[in-house]
């Protein structure tokens, strides 16, 4: 089976969620200082997740560069990882209305679970469709940056729930910036 339609399929999508997340960024209502002030946690919520989108391309994108075969189960894992990705405008929207809110900061926080954990459930069926043997096992195996984050967003929506509902939010930067630092062996490996 041919990778490229599904590669073609997610960047279609991830551009659609991207293009919708933007449209849910409404302009402020006066000309001033005080009216960008009005739209900045929207505006920075939008920020943050739109990196996180750009995030999940990028890594998607390198990831797929060691794939050589897909399956029917790979089809489906992928699908549940765009399909999780296209609840970030909704979760996206609901908390730059209500930051201080401790139900839409734990949605927000349980999409990003799921996106996660869909993410990594995408490696593990590409793993088993491309064999232990392969370039992709070699480099993906034993990659705990997936099992740290679902473990920091659980710990997230943990904080979130006792503490206070910005954890949440908070966590999921502290994943951002673990995750937008390339991968050194995947970057090296393209060079080979």
Known sequence: MSKSRLEAFTD???????????LELHQPVTDTLTGLAGVGRKLFIYVVSFVMLAIYWNNHHHMFQLVRKIDGRVLWANNFFIFTLTLVPFATAWVGD?????????????????ANTSYLVLTRELIRVNGSDSTLSDLFQRYNKSYVSIFLNILGLALGWLLHPYFVLIVNIGILIMWIIPDRRIEKQYKE
């Open 12 to 22: 279609a999508v991830i551009a659609i969620v991207m293009t919708i997340l933007v």
């Open 98 to 114: 209500f930051i201080d809110s401790l139900i839409p900061q734990l949605t927000y926080g349980i999409m990003t679970l799921l």
